[in-house]
């Protein structure tokens, strides 16, 4: 059994909290993690780089000259990629980036990734992460608090001081439960997870 201890915005401990062992406490494989990560920036592509072909090329369909006695060469239509104004030829078309994963191994590769920062000791768990009031410097004394410069943030629900006052602050992200992932939680070096949102996170992952 996983027992970490539950902090407030002071890092004062507060309680303790026990986490699922088939949640937080699974065997890490780095290939599933990989494929997860690279399907997951695959689909951010947008894939809407485009040239226009000589089909899309607006330009008369008419020969240019008669095909013999000029003493030019032969020559067809004026879209022919190898005229200036035609068409480009083999350029890139609309096309999606989009990899199939199986949802069994999308919540595998998040049972890891939440396992991996328990065995590294970067999961933080907070009580409460609601902030009085909307101010950049007041939640900037909480991160210091913990000593950490790259974190990745998960509430409950929405925060509107929380999520307005870390706005501004480079390496840091604040998202919902809903939103976890894969890559956000492999890019932060630390996880911090507010206690009501662990029983969401276990519900949708367990086993």
Not at 20 to 39: G, M, R
Not at 42 to 68: D, E, I, M, P
Not at 101 to 121: G, I, T, Y
Request: charged residues 30%; aromatic residues 6%.
């Amino acid at each position: 059994m996983t027992v970490l201890d539950v902090y407030n915005l002071q890092k004062e401990k507060v309680s303790e909290v026990e986490l699922k062992e088939d949640v937080f406490s699974v065997p890490i494989k780095k290939h599933v993690l990989h494929q997860v990560v690279v399907a997951q920036l695959a689909g951010r592509r947008s894939g809407t780089a485009a040239v226009k072909n000589r089909a899309a090329v607006k330009a008369s369909g008419a020969k240019l000259w008669r095909q013999k006695g000029t003493g030019r060469a032969r020559v067809g239509s004026s879209s022919s990629p190898t005229r200036k104004g035609g068409g480009v030829a083999f350029g890139p078309s609309p096309r999606t980036y989009d990899q199939k994963v199986p949802k069994k191994v999308k919540k595998a590769a998040l049972r890891m990734a939440l396992s991996d920062k328990v065995l590294c000791d970067q999961l933080f768990v907070i009580d409460d992460f609601a902030l009085p009031e909307i101010k950049t410097k007041r939640f900037v004394e909480v991160i210091d608090q913990f000593d950490v410069r790259k974190a990745l943030i998960v509430t409950r629900g929405k925060s509107e001081n929380l999520e307005k006052s870390s706005k501004n602050v480079q390496k840091v992200k604040v998202m919902r439960y809903e939103g976890l992932n894969v890559y956000d939680i492999l890019k932060y070096d630390n996880l911090f997870l507010e206690r009501v949102a662990i029983e969401k996170i276990e519900e949708a992952l367990g086993a």
